[in-house]
């Protein structure tokens, strides 16, 4: 039953046309939204008495993580209680055991995010065929007188990626939790077509393809979860160059966005309308509502990421908003005191950059605020010493350069991650 539903699904996204222009998607999305207020959020309590009132989307109140979790017996449609499923969940977790589910064939996922803080999310037989049927169209596109094997590297399995398993595509779930060295020779054994991870782990395995301790030739890789970096996606380019390379950005929330033919990030919005929070003239926070989300509805639902708007046409044509990139979390952005008591914002994504132009012999680095004057540069190179002089002078230069001095710069070998965990290349910790 699951195999035509996803079939149905994959057809639907086959033969719908493409969207000429925007107003064409906007049509679009108000009929969606018009649907969904009708069918789903009236079956929420939490929704119900807006949605029957046909309030407009923007009478809907913003949500954020803490209070999406703090109302989600309100929110889901399902009846789920939160401790039941929060449960079912950690279980899962502490056995590796990711196949029970709630009655109805409910799925429970826990997620954890950049941010660490617990989120559920409640999936249905039919959103699994969803989500499975536009993987196999934009993501993993299938073909039928070939198998492919797909691996796929996991903080946690889950039915909604088994989903996709079939005939033409064998799946193989690869616990990040395990050691990398054991991974690493799992995946040789299997000899992916396909091997989709974070960039970190792409990062890992792309150095020991170098380093001739394994030998794969995966014809597509896929970058999801974390921030892929100009000089990391360098790096893969040229350790498989032979492989088509796809940006996938999906969390809890859904399945917002990929890489078209043409390596543009594009937000799927078919699926999700998306409000935008600039902070400037390109930079926006993003505020979604995603129509194909029935068990647990997603809306206006602000998101803690930063996106950078493309500002000249994608040569695919698609009118969906295209980004320059994912740059990162808000709570990734420091903020320094100058001198005249002015407030100056680093933002990752320009300092990285200004680090790859000055080297790139490092194996990692994370750059970590503890204190408004004080930075903690944690590293691993092989020639550290150098290294971390060169990327402090940048660094330092930087900050001096907009008016921020007297700072505390302290280095460290090593890199301030815990196994499973998404990585973060500037985050602020606690003092």
């Given at each position: ?63 954020d ?9 309100a929110?889901n ?11 079912l ?49 934009q ?12 691996a ?15 005939r ?7 616990d ?59 790096m893969l ?13 999906q969390?809890t929330?859904?399945?917002l ?7 543009t ?7 999700v ?8 003239e ?11 989300r ?27 908003t ?40 490092f194996v ?6 503890k ?9 691993e ?24 001095k ?6 460290v ?9 998404k990585?973060?290349?500037?985050l602020?910790?606690?003092?």
């Amino acid at each position: 039953m699951q195999k035509l539903q996803i079939l149905f699904f994959l057809l639907q996204y086959v033969l719908r046309s493409r969207f000429p222009d925007r107003e064409r998607l906007r049509r679009f999305q108000e009929r969606q939204w018009r649907r969904f207020r009708q069918k789903v959020l009236v079956k929420s309590p939490f929704y119900r008495e807006l949605a029957l009132k046909k309030a407009p989307l923007e009478d809907f109140p913003l949500i954020d993580k803490t209070a999406f979790m703090a109302q989600f017996n309100a929110i889901n449609t399902l009846g789920v209680d939160k401790n039941v499923a929060m449960n079912l969940a950690l279980r899962a977790e502490e056995d590796r055991n990711f196949s029970p589910t709630l009655k109805g064939g409910i799925t429970v996922g826990l997620s954890t995010g950049t941010s660490g803080k617990r989120g559920l999310f409640l999936v249905s037989s039919h959103e699994r065929a969803q989500w499975a049927a536009r993987v196999l169209r934009q993501v993993v596109p299938i073909r039928f007188f070939q198998k492919q094997k797909v691996a796929f590297f996991l903080r946690a399995n889950s039915n909604l990626y088994s989903a996709v398993q079939s005939r033409v595509l064998e799946f193989r779930y690869f616990d990040i939790f395990r050691p990398l060295d054991e991974l690493a020779v799992d995946l040789a054994d299997f000899q992916p077509d396909v091997l989709a991870a974070q960039p970190s782990i792409l990062g890992a395995l792309a150095k020991k393809q170098k380093e001739k301790t394994i030998h794969i030739n995966p014809q597509r890789l896929i970058s999801f979860a974390e921030v892929l970096w100009d000089d990391e996606r360098k790096m893969l380019k040229n350790t498989w160059p032979n492989a088509h390379f796809c940006e996938v950005y999906q969390c809890t929330e859904g399945f917002l966005g990929c890489t078209c033919e043409h390596g543009t990030m594009h937000l799927n919005e078919d699926l999700v309308m998306v409000e935008k929070r600039y902070l400037d003239e390109k930079r926006f926070v993003p505020i979604i509502t995603d129509f194909t989300r029935s068990s647990q509805p997603i809306v206006r639902y602000e998101l803690n990421d930063v996106l950078v708007e493309k500002t000249e046409h994608c040569p695919c044509g698609s009118p969906f908003t295209a980004l320059e990139r994912i740059e990162g979390r808000c709570d990734d952005v420091l903020e320094f005191r100058r001198a005249d008591g002015s407030v100056f914002t680093l933002i990752p994504d320009l300092l990285c950059r200004l680090i790859a132009r000055e080297t790139d012999d490092f194996v990692a680095y994370q750059l970590a605020q503890k204190a408004d004057e004080q930075l903690i540069l944690y590293l691993e190179a092989h020639d550290w010493e150098f290294v971390a002089q060169v990327i402090s002078k940048v660094i330092l230069q930087y900050l001096a350069e907009n008016e921020v001095k007297d700072i505390d710069l302290i280095c460290v070998e090593g890199i301030l991650q815990e196994r499973g965990q998404k990585r973060k290349r500037v985050l602020k910790i606690s003092p």
